[in-house]
């Protein structure tokens, strides 16, 4: 079996070996650089800086000195410390101080420097003068040198009658060859080990973040297929695991739709099958046998108008639900009196009292309760709750419509005495194309849009609503409006 390695440079994987090796790469360039390249220069630097420090200390030793056999084995100890060669002379060349060790190889030299750096100090502006010069052995000299300045009124005679004192101070440079040759193979250690772990981080970490993206996206393609139950793994960083759950809830979301349509093109199917099946059977006997005889005639016809009915109210159903969906639905709000309007609606169905013996029971306000908002959306809730209830009602067929004022608000109820809704359906009573599972009272079927239109209606008028039911007692969907205060 062939396999084909795949290398995407726009992967997180191959980001992620890139991101480290150019690190790694990176540290080990800047640690060359400082380690080998700018030694010499940073050593020089170094040691003028430790050179000046010194020499501050010094000159303030000095100054604040009462004797000078002190300040001369003060001057002892820093030279042999800080294995520099230390002197102190007048401004005309007249030697002050000078130290005791005369381990220095460089003696002469020192004193032929000494008379340079006391000519270059004393034709300059500034207060201390430094150089570095070469010697012997491949070794170079820090020449420094400044004023110890000293007030005339000095209990010392030797330095009261110098008008100034200038500090030499002389410090070997030693080569740094043997130790860049250290630090270079050292380096090289560093180096090689700096990359196998860049290497080795890259492969881990490119493998631990790309194989979960990996899962997801076989997951997602599955998903693509129609599989909707799949589920998403997301592995042990939080952001990829949230994506994983968001990603399975969305599945499971479009296995839910997905059921409820298939749902819906079986009841809709259902329901366009019947009354086109009814209108042509009607419409055939009307031509065959009842063309002539007035009372069959309108009896056919009869049922051919409720069935159109019936398809179109279908329809309507459909076409609200969809447009809804867009976003293209514009309540047209006015102040309207709602208990009239729940009177009016019930009126409706005096005809299903009177034919299939439902009873109607209004409970409401004997007077006015003005709302503002679309008196033809709600009146279609009320429409809905209702017929919802007619279907599921008890066998009492009793059915209650409540309006009641509840503080500043409006509490519009549906009762009915009917089965109940289950624990585990009452939330999804809401949703496009559910149906309960609960048997229907009446014989007739609807497309399970009915109560998702109401949902919508009520949440663009930022209604409150909601069900109470329980199993054996019936249910009551309920909703609130803002009341509208009216002046008489």
């Known amino acids: 079996m062939n396999t084909k390695i795949k290398f995407n440079l726009s992967s997180i994987r191959s980001r992620l070996w890139a991101y480290f090796i150019l690190f790694a790469v990176i540290i080990v360039v800047l640690i060359w650089a400082l380690?080998?390249?700018?030694?010499?220069?940073?050593?020089?630097?170094?040691?003028?800086?430790?050179?000046?420090?010194?020499?501050?200390?010094?000159?303030?030793?000095?100054?604040?000195?009462?004797?000078?056999?002190?300040?001369?084995?003060?001057?002892?100890?820093?030279?042999?410390?800080?294995?520099?060669?230390i002197r102190v002379e007048t401004g005309d060349g007249r030697v002050l101080l000078t130290p005791e060790y005369n381990g220095y190889s460089q003696m002469s030299l020192y004193n032929t420097q000494t008379a340079y750096l006391r000519f270059k100090l004393q034709t300059s502006e500034a207060?201390?003068?430094?150089?570095?010069?070469?010697?012997?052995n491949n070794t170079r000299i820090l020449s420094y040198a400044c004023y110890l300045y000293q007030s005339t009124d000095s209990d010392i005679p030797e330095i009261n009658n110098a008008k100034s004192s200038i500090l030499y101070m002389y410090t070997p440079l030693y080569p740094v060859r043997s130790t860049v040759e250290i630090l270079?193979?050292?380096?090289?250690?560093?180096?090689?080990?700096?990359l196998l772990l860049a290497f080795s981080m890259a492969f881990y970490m490119s493998t631990r973040i790309s194989k979960p993206i990996k899962d997801i996206t076989q997951s997602a393609a599955e998903m693509g297929r129609g599989n909707y139950g799949v589920q998403f793994k997301g592995g042990k960083y939080s952001e990829i695991r949230e994506l994983a759950e968001t990603l399975t809830d969305a599945s499971r979301e479009l296995e839910k739709?997905?059921?409820?349509?298939?749902?819906?093109?079986?009841n809709v199917s259902h329901d366009l099958k019947t009354p086109l099946t009814m209108i042509r059977s009607y419409a055939e006997m009307i031509r065959d046998l009842s063309g002539d005889i007035p009372e069959k005639r309108e009896q056919h016809l009869s049922v051919i108008i409720d069935e159109a009915d019936r398809l179109n109210r279908l329809v309507d159903d459909m076409l609200t639900i969809s447009r809804m969906q867009q976003k293209n639905i514009v309540l047209e709000r006015a102040d309207f009196d709602i208990v009239e309007t729940a009177r009016s609606l019930l009126d409706s169905y005096d005809i299903l009292a009177e034919q299939e013996g439902y009873e109607f029971i209004f409970d409401g306000e004997d007077e006015p309760v003005f709302v503002n908002g679309d008196k033809a959306?709600?009146?279609?809730?009320?429409?809905?709750?209702?017929?919802?209830?007619?279907?599921?009602?008890?066998?009492?067929?009793?059915?209650i419509v409540s309006v009641k004022r509840d503080g500043k608000k409006v509490r519009c109820e549906v009762t009915d005495h009917g089965e109940g809704i289950a624990p585990d359906e009452i939330n999804h009573v809401w949703e496009r194309y559910y149906k309960s599972s609960t048997h229907h009272v009446r014989p007739t079927s609807g497309s399970g849009l009915g109560l998702s239109i109401v949902r919508e209606i009520l949440t663009l008028h930022k209604a409150e609503y909601g069900v109470d039911s329980e199993l054996g007692e019936g249910s009551t969907f309920w909703f609130e409006l803002e009341q509208v205060k009216k002046n008489r």
């Open 127 to 136: 207060s201390s003068y430094s150089e570095i010069t070469p010697s012997s």
């Open 184 to 194: 270079r193979k050292q380096l090289v250690y560093i180096t090689v080990i700096a």
């Open 35 to 85: 380690q080998i390249l700018f030694l010499d220069q940073y050593y020089e630097d170094m040691k003028l800086k430790e050179a000046d420090q010194l020499a501050k200390v010094l000159v303030q030793e000095y100054q604040q000195s009462d004797s000078l056999l002190a300040f001369a084995e003060r001057l002892n100890d820093v030279s042999s410390g800080s294995d520099s060669y």
């Open 257 to 266: 739709s997905d059921m409820y349509q298939k749902d819906l093109m079986a």
């Open 377 to 399: 959306k709600i009146k279609q809730v009320f429409s809905n709750l209702i017929n919802n209830a007619v279907k599921y009602c008890g066998e009492d067929k009793v059915i």
